[in-house]
Structure formats: structure tokens, C-alpha cells
């Protein structure tokens, strides 16, 4: 079978098919015929190196999958030959075939296309625990949402208006606040040409935001801790900003690095404020809490109040043209990649 290698630390094109021996399921464990992989930024990252907990190379990427069961191994009992299932894995994903313990894969009902199922795992499961979960995010809340138009973005704004959110939202240019508006955000800003910061003041009367999610860090941090008002809540979830359209810009790195303000503890108590930051790539054990959470999800595709947008699809020969696209910033919603 062939399957996607990251075979060194470095730009898109180190992500090489190779050949390699079909995997059997052990105890427990589901082979899955992989029909589409959803990409993620933390497999940017992965292949740049900077993620943490990525193995050294050479290693097959990728977190997310749908496809078919081919063989169940012993013991389980949830699967059987020819169900439709979506599946993480840590790494691995970019692949013909995978094994992956059954207890992380859940069925795919049979009106979701494979395309679909592989865009709803990651995005919505870190839009719903920041949101939900962590923020525990009210009706007539102000959220601020950094990457509003990518795919963590997308799904974050279509679970908040749902619960009635009003929603600020930044992004990289002008057609991708476009994205954002059509997936219900209420006010956009451009962080490359404008000031965000002192948009949203003026917008809210200088009231400020209670939810801020933020995937970018640096002086995005920055610039989102100063907004936030008397108990309000920050959720730092990645930090896309020491990353370049081709990799890793050592200097502009540090400057983000050191942009990020040091936060006193004292002060969030007299100002009122919490911080919370997670990785969902080290709560992959958490098993029944992401059940749970995907059944809720599906509740909400079913209803169509949430519905991925696929921003670009690619074949499985072009996966290192979907990284790049993903890289370069100029993506919208989420890539997925058909097998
Ligand atoms: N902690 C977790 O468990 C978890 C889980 C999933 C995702 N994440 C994080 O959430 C973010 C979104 O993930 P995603 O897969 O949905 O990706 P995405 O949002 O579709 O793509 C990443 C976006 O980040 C923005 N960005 C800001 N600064 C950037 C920079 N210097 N280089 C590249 N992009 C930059 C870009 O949007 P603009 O051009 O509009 O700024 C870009 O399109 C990522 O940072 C990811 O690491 C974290």
C-alpha cells in the first residue's frame, strides 16, 4: 500500500509516498480502507518539526480519517467488516490502509459522505471544547475567534451562533472574511491591514470580549489578553504565528516568542480573568469524553446547524500540494485529501 512519509524536517515536498507492507489489526485494534484524510495544522507543524511530541522522521503523518473496515482483530466486538467509521490516530492518518484500537473510531451514519466525516473529527471536537467545555460560553457572550475562516474557525463560528454568540472574528484577507460572514460571524477584521484591537474597542464601547480563542499567539495574544473583560475567559490552543509560508522563520519566531506577554497570576485575580490553554494530541485517551462529544456533534449535522466546509480537495498523489496550501494561509474551511 502507499502511505504519505514525512521523511525529514523541512518544506511540503519532504512528504513522500512510499510503498510499505499493508498493516494487520492486533487485539483491539480495526484496519480501516482509507477513503478521506482531513488535514490539520498540527501536521504542518509535525513536518516542520515544531509540534510537540512528534516522532523523527521518517514517520507517516496525519490525525484523522474515514474509510471502510476491512478486518476487525480480536476482541472487538463494536466493528465489523464493511462499517463506515471516522478515526484518529496519533500520526499515521496518510495512508491506504490503518490500524487503529476501535475504541478511537465511531461510525459514520450512511447519508454522510466520506468527505464530510473526515472534516467533522478535529476542528469541531477543538471548537467544542474550547467553546463549550473549557469557556462554558453564554448566550449574548461576546467570543473573539483568531483564524476565523479556517477550519477550526468555520466550525467554531457555526457552533457559537448557534447558542446565540455574538461573534468578532479575524482573518488574513478580504475573501476570507468573506468566508467567515457566510458562516454567520458578525464582525470582521483584518489583522494584516488593520487594528483589531482598537476595532473591536470602538464596536463594543470599549466593553471588551468574554471568549477569546486563539490559535495564532505572539502579539495576537497580546493584543486579544488586553480586550478581554471582567470574567472573561482566553483559550490558547496553538501557535501558529512561528510559522512561515515555507517553514520555520527563526527570527520572526522569537520576536512572537517574545511578544507573548508573561502573565502574573495576582493579576488575573484582581482583574478577574481565566486562561486556559489545551492539545487535544495529549488528551487522545480521553475516549468516552470524546464520544460523547461526537455524539453531540452528529446530533447538531443531523439538525444542520454545523456543516463542514470543505475549503479544497485534493488526491492522495497531491497531499504535499495540500500542505502547502494550508501553510501558505491562503486556505479557507477545512482540506481534505480522497483516497
Ligand atoms: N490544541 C489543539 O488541540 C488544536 C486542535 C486543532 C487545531 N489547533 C490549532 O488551531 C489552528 C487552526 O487549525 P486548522 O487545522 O483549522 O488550520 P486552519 O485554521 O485552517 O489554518 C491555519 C490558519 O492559521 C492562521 N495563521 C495565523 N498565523 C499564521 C502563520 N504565521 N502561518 C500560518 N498560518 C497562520 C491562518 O489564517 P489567517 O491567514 O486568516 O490568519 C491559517 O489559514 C492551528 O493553529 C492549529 O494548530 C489546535
Known amino acids: 500500500m502507499k502511505a504519505a512519509f514525512v521523511t525529514r524536517f523541512g518544506p511540503p515536498e519532504t512528504l513522500q ?44 503523518a496525519g490525525l484523522e480519517f474515514s474509510g471502510v473496515v476491512e478486518h476487525v482483530g480480536k476482541n472487538v466486538t463494536s466493528f465489523k467488516r464493511g462499517d463506515r467509521v471516522l478515526a484518529f490516530t496519533r500520526q499515521g492518518a496518510y495512508a491506504e490502509y490503518v490500524c487503529v484500537d ?4 465511531q461510525p459514520v451514519p450512511k447519508k454522510m459522505s466520506f468527505e464530510v466525516a473526515a472534516a467533522l473529527g478535529v476542528t469541531y471536537l477543538t471548537a467544542y471544547h474550547g467553546l ?23 466550525a467554531a463560528i457555526q457552533i457559537a451562533r448557534h ?29 494584516q491591514t488593520e487594528d483589531f484591537e482598537r476595532g473591536i474597542r470602538q464596536r463594543t464601547q470599549g466593553k471588551g470580549i468574554d471568549v477569546v480563542m486563539d490559535s495564532v ?11 478581554l473583560a471582567p470574567m472573561g475567559r482566553y483559550v490558547l490552543y496553538g501557535f501558529a504565528a512561528v510559522t512561515g509560508r515555507r517553514g520555520i522563520n527563526r527570527l520572526r519566531a522569537i520576536k512572537e516568542i517574545v511578544s507573548t506577554p508573561l502573565i502574573y497570576p495576582p493579576n488575573i485575580v484582581s482583574k478577574n480573568l481565566g486562561l486556559f490553554g489545551f492539545n487535544l494530541y495529549f488528551l487522545f485517551d480521553e475516549v468516552e469524553y470524546f464520544r460523547k462529544a461526537s455524539r453531540q456533534l452528529m446530533k447538531w449535522y443531523d439538525q444542520a446547524i454545523i456543516k463542514p466546509v470543505v475549503g479544497a480537495r485534493y488526491t492522495f498523489d497531491r497531499i504535499a500540494e495540500a500542505q502547502e496550501l494550508l501553510q501558505s494561509r491562503k486556505s479557507y474551511g477545512k482540506i481534505v485529501v480522497n483516497v
Request: glycine share 12%.
Open 17 to 60: 509516498l512510499r510503498d510499505v507492507a499493508k498493516p494487520s489489526p492486533a487485539e483491539g485494534q480495526i484496519l480501516i480502507a482509507v477513503k478521506a484524510i482531513g488535514l490539520n495544522f498540527a501536521d504542518v507543524m509535525s513536518r516542520l518539526g515544531v509540534y510537540p511530541g512528534v516522532p523523527k522522521p521518517p514517520f507517516i
Open 217 to 227: 499567539g505572539g502579539m495576537v495574544f497580546r493584543k486579544s489578553w488586553r480586550l
Open 132 to 154: 463549550i467545555t473549557l469557556a462554558k460560553i453564554q448566550k449574548g457572550e461576546r467570543l473573539l475567534l483568531h483564524a476565523a475562516a479556517g477550519g477550526v474557525g468555520t
Open 163 to 191: 447558542l446565540g454568540v455574538e461573534i468578532f472574528g479575524t482573518a488574513s484577507s478580504a475573501q476570507k472574511l468573506d468566508v467567515a460572514h457566510q458562516q454567520g460571524m458578525h464582525h470582521g477584521f483584518n489583522y
Open 102 to 105: 476501535a475504541n478511537h473510531a
